[in-house]
């Protein structure tokens, strides 16, 4: 059975989400003055990822090129999701994040030095463990990584109409 909603549509909606989640991060630090620590940079790092590869969907609009984005946009949502996980459970519970795989990642893409005020984390994870709405930040974030990386499956493996 074919949508009636072409998977263009749905790539570029999940580019746009992913993009207004790391604005609306950028909102939380330099308005409402909500520091990051290296796992809410790297996520903010995942989000980008995950937009480019829904864009490559958009730009490449063959079967095979959605398909191969849907992937990427699976992937790359699946280890966000385990990042907001391992923030959750492990980071924001450590009195330190100093040094860690997120530190190392962000230090190795230079991004930290080069876009500090997107990507350099100002804060360690213990005292970036705020709520937002009553939930934990990072929670929100695995909801949405959730969200796309299942968005991804289902483009992966439906077989929407090509615009």
Same mark, same amino acid.
């Given at each position: 059975?074919?949508?009636?909603?072409?998977?263009?549509?749905?790539?570029?909606?999940?580019?746009?989400?992913?993009?207004?989640?790391?604005?609306?991060?950028?909102?939380?630090?330099?308005?409402?003055?909500?520091?990051?620590?290296?796992?809410?940079?790297?996520?903010?790092?995942?989000?980008?990822?995950? &937009? /480019?590869?829904?864009?490559?969907? @958009? %730009?490449?609009? =063959? $079967? *095979?090129?959605?398909? !191969?984005? +849907?992937?990427?946009? #699976?992937?790359?949502?699946?280890?966000?999701?385990? &990042? /907001?996980?391992?923030?959750?459970? @492990? %980071?924001?519970? =450590? $009195? *330190?994040?100093?040094? !860690?795989? +997120?530190?190392?990642? #962000?230090?190795?893409?230079?991004?930290?030095?080069?876009?500090?005020?997107?990507?350099?984390?100002? %804060?360690?994870?213990?005292?970036?463990?705020?709520?937002?709405?009553?939930?934990?930040?990072?929670?929100?974030?695995?909801?949405?990584?959730?969200?796309?990386?299942?968005?991804?499956?289902?483009?992966?493996?439906?077989?929407?109409?090509?615009?």
């Amino acid at each position: 059975m074919r949508s009636h909603r072409p998977a263009t549509g749905v790539l570029g909606a999940v580019a746009t989400i992913s993009i207004a989640a790391v604005a609306a991060a950028l909102v939380t630090q330099h308005v409402f003055d909500m520091q990051p620590c290296p796992w809410c940079v790297l996520q903010r790092l995942v989000f980008l990822l995950i &937009a /480019a590869a829904a864009l490559l969907g @958009v %730009a490449w609009r =063959s $079967a *095979s090129g959605q398909r !191969t984005a +849907a992937a990427g946009v #699976m992937v790359v949502a699946g280890l966000g999701v385990a &990042a /907001a996980l391992w923030q959750h459970f @492990v %980071a924001a519970a =450590s $009195a *330190s994040c100093n040094l !860690t795989l +997120a530190d190392r990642i #962000m230090s190795a893409t230079t991004l930290d030095a080069r876009l500090p005020g997107v990507f350099a984390a100002y %804060a360690s994870c213990a005292d970036a463990k705020v709520k937002l709405l009553g939930l934990p930040y990072e929670l929100w974030s695995l909801g949405l990584f959730a969200a796309l990386a299942g968005t991804g499956a289902w483009l992966l493996f439906s077989r929407l109409r090509l615009r």
